[in-house]
């Protein structure tokens, strides 16, 4: 009888023992599951605002910068070769730079909050990563490099007297009205005019970093797309 009531006991026990760890490990299964679900809505969040993001690099970063850059260069020949009549808007179109405006919030994102390890596609994952720790740190150092040319040429063109200038924000209309005598002596500068074939060199790689990180931009938009489809 007693043998009858202590089995009875013991199964009992370890029925309810059963029971709780069941539903300890089913608590933590479901919470991982919620977990993952969750995380997921983040990645596809945050690739969202990375294909933005993207976007505004093609635009801004990548299509503008690429012709402005294109219109310095030739602005740089028409300047210093004699072949070409001396105007005042060749100076005018060299004169300025190409700052770089970091655009990669949601690619952080994507980082801090660990979505990326949810990607699917290694090859984008292997992608995202190039463009914004390689591609990028590559413009970057191209716009700081142009930014350097930019007042290295600024310091040397002072030594002439600018009468005005026509300013007009977001074209390439501005005009800087240097004395007609000092025109002449700015094309005849040789410091001058190895400054700007330096600085014409220096644009030339630029844009083809350019060139490079807009295969790269391409890419990325078909590969995110392909991944938020899944």
């Given at each position: ?111 801090s909050t660990g979505g990326i390890d949810f990607i699917r596609s290694e090859k984008l994952q292997g992608e995202l990563s190039s463009y914004y720790n390689n591609s990028y740190n590559l413009i970057e150092q191209a716009a ?87």
């Amino acid at each position: 009888m007693k043998k009858s009531i202590f089995s009875n006991l013991a199964f009992r026990y370890f029925f309810e023992v059963i029971v709780i760890v069941f539903s300890i490990t089913a608590s933590f299964y479901i919470q991982d599951l919620l977990n993952k679900k969750n995380q997921i809505e983040l990645k596809n969040k945050a690739l969202e605002g990375v294909l933005i993001e993207l976007e505004k690099d093609k635009g801004f970063l990548l299509d503008f910068g690429k012709g402005y850059n294109e219109y310095r260069i030739k602005t740089i020949d028409s300047l210093f070769e004699n072949k070409y009549p001396l105007k005042v808007r060749y100076l005018s179109g060299i004169w300025g730079n190409s700052d770089l405006f970091d655009n990669k919030r949601f690619f952080e994102s994507l980082i801090s909050t660990g979505g990326i390890d949810f990607i699917r596609s290694e090859k984008l994952q292997g992608e995202l990563s190039s463009y914004y720790n390689n591609s990028y740190n590559l413009i970057e150092q191209a716009a700081n490099l142009d930014n350097a040319s930019f007042h290295r040429f600024s310091d040397q063109i002072v030594n002439y007297r600018l009468d005005s200038i026509n300013y007009e924000w977001g074209t390439f209309n501005n005009r800087f009205y240097f004395n007609e005598n000092d025109l002449k002596k700015i094309r005849n500068d040789i410091r001058l005019k190895s400054t700007a074939m330096q600085w014409k060199f220096w644009l030339s790689e630029y844009n083809k970093r350019i060139e490079l990180a807009t295969e790269k931009n391409e890419l990325l938009v078909k590969l995110i797309k392909e991944e938020l489809a899944n």
